[in-house]
């Protein structure tokens, strides 16, 4: 509680892009009050979800996906954007493909820049390119590798040819230190699993040696027991789930929201075609509100379909399917900052502290741990 009347606090202050709407909006997800609600400060825009790669996991990847594949239309994105622009304060341009598979993918994250938004994205990598990056002003850029070794990397990302990222990413660094003005925080991931945990180490040894903004190790997800038992860490602090329930043959987080979801009151996904969605954890498209290319976003936002599925999540979250493995993504930040230097950061539920290697000499101020905790 603490934390969150700090955060409030910063807010009011601050008053970043969407201010009001967030606070407005949570109040409204704190007393369970599905609408009306003020528009969303936070968007999820999926540019494919097609991609080269076939990770195991991930529903495109594997070929599970149950809705067809395509391609972001241009000229109905930008005209989203004219409409959402004045109220949508972060924008993340990924969802289940790789972006930038897209041929218009650099100047629609220019577009969206264009109109004050905050433009996050997440690549595998392979299909990187440097000038288009920094030509799009995209604020953050993650590239997420699978191991420290060809080998390594693709056990899991399957196709993806880790000399290939490598080269994208050195090329990127490059090409952002020809333009010191560049808006662009680049990042690297570490999705750690069975196969790859022991090169933690190396791995953020790497990351600080090339130059980027932030090292992001990441617990892994998976769908099933049986990707668990093949996938998940030997050391049981990079889980997300209940080691307990999974013993049992149960798989669950390790943290299960309680008729409680403040990102479902100030966040949604907008799949290539328009339809809309609760959130990521909706890869099928099997809670769809409308569509933002036939109607406007703001009669979907405030319309019955999506009022009814905020109504489960305050009552009966336990029976909504996509609920079932997420432990609820809180609330969504503003006004971002660059990190100053070097930063390494958990993405996890557990409250163990990463292992630094010394050799780094990490101090506490460029050390972020993101846990069950930090959620309001």
């Not at 850029?141 to 420290?148: E, R």
């Not at 750690?192 to 990441?218: S, T």
């Not at 997420?326 to 969504?332: L, N, Q």
Request: net charge neutral; aromatic share 8%; glycine share 6%.
């Amino acid at each position: 509680m603490k934390q969150y009347l700090s955060r409030i606090l910063t807010l009011v202050k601050r008053k970043p892009k969407g201010w009001k709407a967030l606070l407005y909006n949570t109040a409204m997800a704190k007393a369970g009050v599905a609408g009306p609600l003020m528009m969303p400060v936070h968007l999820t825009i999926e540019p494919t979800n097609l991609c080269n790669a076939r990770c195991p996991v991930c529903e495109t990847g594997n070929g599970s996906m149950e809705r067809a594949g395509g391609m972001l239309d241009e000229r109905l994105y930008r005209r989203l954007i004219d409409e959402v622009g004045p109220t949508t304060a972060i924008l993340m341009f990924y969802f289940m493909g790789e972006p930038f598979l897209h041929r218009q993918s650099y100047d629609m994250i220019r577009y969206a820049r264009s109109k004050d938004m905050y433009v996050e994205t997440c690549t595998n990598g392979d299909y990187a390119d440097a000038k288009g990056i920094v030509y799009s002003d995209v604020n953050e850029v993650s590239f997420q590798i699978g191991g420290m070794t060809a080998e390594t990397h693709r056990v899991y990302r399957v196709r993806s040819d880790l000399d290939r990222v490598r080269k994208n990413l050195y090329d990127l660094l490059d090409e952002r230190r020809k333009h010191p003005d560049s808006n662009v925080q680049i990042n690297v991931g570490f999705i750690v699993m069975r196969h790859n945990e022991h090169q933690v180490p190396d791995f953020l040894r790497w990351a600080k040696e090339i130059g980027v903004d932030r090292a992001n190790v990441i617990d892994p997800c998976v769908r099933t027991v049986s990707q668990g038992h093949e996938m998940l860490p030997t050391d049981r602090k990079y889980w997300f789930y209940d080691e307990e329930a999974f013993e049992r043959g149960v798989l669950r987080p390790k943290v299960v929201p309680s008729n409680e979801c403040t990102w479902i009151w100030n966040s949604t996904t907008i799949n290539w075609d328009g339809t809309v969605v609760p959130c990521c954890r909706d890869p099928h498209g099997k809670h769809v509100f409308g569509n933002a290319f036939e109607r406007p976003l703001r009669q979907i936002w405030n319309d019955e379909p999506i009022k009814r599925f905020r109504r489960r999540i305050a009552s009966a979250q336990n029976q909504v399917d996509i609920c079932e493995l997420c432990s609820g993504y809180g609330v969504p930040p503003l006004g971002r900052e660059k990190p100053m230097s070097f930063d390494i950061q958990r993405l996890s539920l557990d409250h163990h502290s990463l292992d630094i290697p010394e050799d780094l000499n990490p101090r506490h101020d460029l050390i972020q741990v993101t846990s069950s905790s930090s959620k309001p």
